[in-house]
């Protein structure tokens, strides 16, 4: 501007400099002595109407230096007041010669060598606003932060400057000075108005700081300085400057804004904000599906239905819950709703009442849902369940425990079906070795093909079978030879002693079923089967439930939309569509051995997926 290179300038002059006085915010002036041909002179420059006040004389337009009368002093605060009105910042420039033969230990002394200053010049610099500053003070404040301004500035330029950024509204602006003495109460009492602290010190930030989280505030604060450490530390959550702060600032600090932009801090805002919405997701979805894997394991025991959830379903069921869940929901990016949404309190729950609604309602419904399936199932011909067999009702005897029938005892036995009548066999005395026990046939109603069936079972019988055609020592009478199904022939060893645990024997328990007389091992068989069916058909319906509230648990805040930004997170849609293809494969694939489930019909895939429908 001048012609000269000030970098020069600069280095010429440094080498003359003796003494130096560091700038600080509670100083406000930095200060050097220079070694000058008429003698020491000091050079001390800082904020305009604190350098004003320790002048007592200044330099004419002539360069005559000249007392500063009142009047003059009035003029200077004037021209100060109205260049920072402008939002300008205010210097001012002073000097004061010494005698040669001052003596050198006088400038070690900061406050007596500035005393008695040489006003030289005022100086007005602008430093504009960055342009996405005022939008993002905007976003902070539609976000429920309240912004503050706490600057060293001269409390005219502190006001404009806040005025342009939009952080003055209707609020109060205060000096340091004044607030600094206020007594605790009076300065609670006006906290919340105050929007601007000007000519303030780091001590003064601190209070401000220390008055606020004592008023149960959740403060950030930012600062580059050494000084601004302790207010810093204090803090909920400090922001120091990567570019212009001192290492000190960034070690009390908990976040380092790398490029001292505030569109940085808002950022740092959304992220925090979206991890906690995320963290809130997974335990919405893991509290949901815990409770309702708990809940039925409980019920279904309580009524005798077994466990219809496996060890490997379960083992499926707990990778969704946590590792799958937690990389989804927890991977999902910031978005302008949480920016909306107003700030959490130091005490908020980490379980929002609208949290436990969701976690509720979906678990009630879940619960509901699994145990209808487990109690209406059985109910259906295609999912018909028999009773569970027990090896005692398929004793050989035709009695419950094994016991034996007395003497000439005759009873009826398992006839299953309509106006079906049993026949009892008795196996003859031996002495010494076998008492006469009687035995019981297992009849069912064969209509017309009984000629067929009893020559089947009783080859050349007429009604009376050779004891050589069961390899028993003993004649059986068939009395109703119309109404025969086979034998309860129990399997004897050598010495003709009954054996208690017989396979193949029919079924001596009319209550176990009424469609049939079975084999035990067929009658375990077809409950196995019929069981498997069930707890399949369970197991399916419950992932598909879960995997339908998977993208329920994305919204927390009663969000009509569930599926807005869906596909804004490519980790969510991945794993989505990874749970989704890993289900049909464990459940139609040669995999559903190993979870013990079995292929489902279209059918029931519909109904799995109408099911999960209904969640939403």
Same mark, same amino acid.
């Given at each position: 501007?001048?012609?000269?290179?000030?970098?020069?300038?600069?280095?010429?002059?440094?080498?003359?400099?003796?003494?130096?006085?560091?700038?600080?915010?509670?100083?406000?002036?930095?200060?050097?002595?220079?070694?000058?041909?008429?003698?020491?002179?000091?050079?001390?420059?800082?904020?305009?109407?604190?350098?004003?006040?320790?002048?007592?004389?200044?330099?004419?337009?002539?360069?005559?230096?000249?007392?500063? %009368?009142?009047?003059?002093?009035?003029?200077?605060?004037?021209?100060?007041?109205?260049?920072?009105?402008?939002?300008?910042?205010?210097?001012?420039?002073?000097?004061?010669?010494?005698?040669?033969?001052?003596?050198?230990?006088?400038?070690?002394?900061?406050?007596?060598?500035?005393?008695?200053?040489?006003?030289?010049?005022?100086?007005?610099?602008?430093?504009?606003?960055?342009?996405?500053?005022?939008?993002?003070?905007?976003?902070?404040?539609?976000? @429920?932060?309240?912004?503050?301004?706490?600057?060293?500035?001269?409390?005219?330029?502190?006001?404009?400057?806040?005025?342009?950024?939009?952080?003055?509204?209707?609020?109060?602006?205060?000096?340091?000075?004044?607030?600094?003495?206020?007594?605790?109460?009076?300065?609670?009492?006006?906290?919340?108005?105050?929007?601007?602290?000007?000519? %303030?010190?780091?001590?003064?930030?601190?209070?401000?700081? %220390?008055?606020?989280?004592?008023?149960?505030?959740?403060?950030?604060?930012?600062?580059?300085?050494?000084?601004?450490?302790?207010?810093?530390?204090?803090?909920?959550?400090?922001?120091?400057?990567?570019?212009?702060?001192?290492?000190?600032?960034?070690?009390?600090?908990?976040?380092?804004? &790398?490029?001292?932009?505030?569109?940085?801090?808002?950022?740092?805002?959304?992220?925090?904000?979206?991890?906690?919405?995320?963290?809130?997701?997974?335990?919405?979805?893991?509290?949901?599906?815990?409770?309702?894997?708990?809940?039925?394991?409980?019920?279904?025991?309580?009524?005798?239905? @077994?466990?219809?959830?496996?060890?490997?379903?379960?083992?499926?069921?707990?990778?969704?819950?946590? %590792?799958?869940?937690?990389?989804?929901?927890?991977?999902?990016?910031?978005?302008?709703?949480? &920016?909306?949404?107003?700030?959490?309190?130091?005490?908020?729950?980490?379980?929002?009442?609208?949290?436990?609604?969701?976690?509720?309602?979906?678990?009630?419904?879940?619960?509901?849902?699994?145990?209808?399936?487990?109690?209406?199932?059985?109910?259906?011909?295609?999912?018909?369940?028999?009773?569970?067999?027990?090896?005692?009702?398929?004793?050989?005897?035709?009695?419950?425990?094994?016991?034996?029938?007395?003497?000439?005892?005759?009873?009826?036995?398992?006839?299953?079906?309509?106006?079906?009548?049993?026949?009892?066999?008795? &196996?003859?005395?031996?002495?010494?070795?076998?008492?006469?026990?009687?035995?019981?046939?297992?009849?069912?109603?064969?209509?017309?093909?009984?000629?067929?069936?009893?020559?089947?079972?009783?080859?050349?019988?007429?009604?009376?079978?050779?004891?050589?055609?069961?390899?028993?020592?003993?004649?059986?009478?068939?009395?109703?030879?119309?109404?025969?199904?086979?034998?309860?022939?129990?399997?004897?060893?050598?010495?003709?002693?009954?054996?208690?645990?017989?396979?193949?024997?029919?079924?001596?328990?009319?209550?176990?079923?009424?469609?049939?007389?079975?084999?035990?091992?067929?009658?375990?068989?077809?409950?196995?089967?019929?069981?498997?069916?069930?707890?399949?058909?369970?197991?399916?319906?419950?992932?598909?439930?879960?995997?339908?509230?998977?993208?329920?648990?994305?919204?927390?805040?009663?969000?009509?939309?569930?599926?807005?930004?869906?596909?804004?997170?490519?980790?969510?849609?991945?794993?989505?569509?990874?749970?989704?293809?890993?289900?049909?494969?464990?459940?139609?694939?040669?995999?559903?051995?190993?979870?013990?489930?079995?292929?489902?019909?279209?059918?029931?895939?519909?109904?799995?997926?109408?099911?999960?429908? &209904?969640?939403?």
């Amino acid at each position: 501007l001048l012609g000269t290179d000030y970098r020069a300038v600069r280095e010429a002059r440094s080498k003359t400099v003796t003494r130096m006085h560091q700038f600080n915010s509670d100083r406000k002036r930095s200060s050097v002595v220079a070694a000058e041909e008429r003698g020491p002179v000091l050079y001390a420059k800082g904020a305009a109407e604190i350098v004003l006040r320790m002048c007592t004389s200044q330099v004419e337009a002539s360069g005559a230096v000249v007392d500063m %009368s009142h009047e003059a002093r009035d003029q200077h605060e004037k021209h100060i007041t109205e260049m920072a009105s402008r939002g300008l910042r205010t210097l001012a420039i002073a000097s004061r010669e010494f005698s040669p033969s001052e003596n050198s230990a006088t400038f070690d002394d900061a406050e007596a060598c500035e005393a008695k200053l040489t006003l030289l010049a005022l100086v007005g610099i602008k430093d504009p606003v960055r342009q996405e500053v005022p939008s993002a003070v905007k976003t902070c404040q539609n976000a @429920g932060i309240n912004v503050r301004m706490v600057t060293g500035d001269n409390i005219y330029t502190a006001q404009h400057i806040a005025r342009e950024c939009g952080i003055l509204t209707d609020g109060t602006a205060m000096e340091g000075p004044a607030f600094r003495k206020m007594s605790d109460e009076d300065r609670k009492a006006a906290l919340p108005k105050l929007q601007v602290l000007a000519r %303030s010190t780091p001590s003064d930030k601190y209070l401000l700081v %220390s008055a606020l989280k004592e008023m149960g505030e959740v403060v950030a604060v930012t600062g580059d300085g050494t000084n601004d450490a302790p207010a810093l530390k204090v803090s909920d959550v400090g922001l120091s400057m990567g570019i212009t702060g001192t290492e000190v600032a960034k070690e009390a600090s908990d976040i380092v804004i &790398l490029d001292d932009n505030f569109n940085s801090i808002v950022a740092s805002v959304s992220w925090g904000r979206c991890v906690f919405s995320n963290i809130r997701k997974f335990l919405q979805f893991q509290l949901t599906i815990n409770g309702v894997a708990l809940v039925v394991a409980t019920l279904s025991a309580v009524t005798q239905r @077994g466990m219809p959830l496996n060890v490997m379903q379960l083992l499926w069921v707990n990778l969704i819950m946590d %590792s799958l869940a937690a990389l989804a929901l927890a991977t999902e990016r910031p978005n302008v709703e949480l &920016l909306q949404e107003k700030p959490h309190g130091r005490d908020a729950s980490l379980i929002s009442r609208n949290m436990w609604k969701h976690i509720m309602v979906q678990a009630t419904f879940q619960v509901a849902v699994l145990m209808a399936v487990l109690w209406v199932a059985p109910e259906l011909d295609r999912y018909s369940l028999p009773k569970s067999p027990d090896r005692d009702d398929f004793n050989c005897l035709g009695l419950r425990g094994g016991d034996f029938l007395a003497a000439d005892e005759t009873r009826p036995m398992c006839c299953v079906g309509a106006n079906i009548n049993a026949t009892a066999y008795t &196996l003859p005395e031996v002495p010494g070795v076998q008492e006469e026990v009687t035995f019981g046939e297992c009849c069912y109603d064969c209509g017309d093909d009984c000629d067929a069936e009893r020559e089947r079972l009783l080859p050349g019988s007429d009604g009376e079978a050779e004891v050589e055609d069961f390899a028993l020592p003993w004649m059986g009478k068939v009395e109703h030879p119309t109404r025969v199904c086979s034998l309860l022939v129990p399997e004897l060893n050598d010495a003709l002693e009954i054996v208690d645990d017989v396979e193949g024997v029919c079924c001596c328990d009319p209550k176990w079923s009424d469609k049939r007389c079975v084999p035990y091992h067929d009658a375990e068989h077809e409950y196995e089967h019929a069981n498997l069916a069930i707890n399949s058909l369970v197991f399916n319906v419950f992932i598909a439930m879960e995997l339908f509230n998977f993208i329920n648990a994305r919204k927390i805040n009663d969000e009509l939309n569930i599926f807005k930004g869906i596909f804004t997170s490519p980790v969510f849609s991945g794993v989505l569509f990874v749970i989704l293809v890993s289900q049909v494969i464990i459940m139609e694939s040669p995999l559903n051995s190993f979870f013990k489930v079995q292929g489902q019909t279209w059918e029931e895939w519909l109904l799995a997926i109408g099911i999960g429908f &209904l969640g939403w």
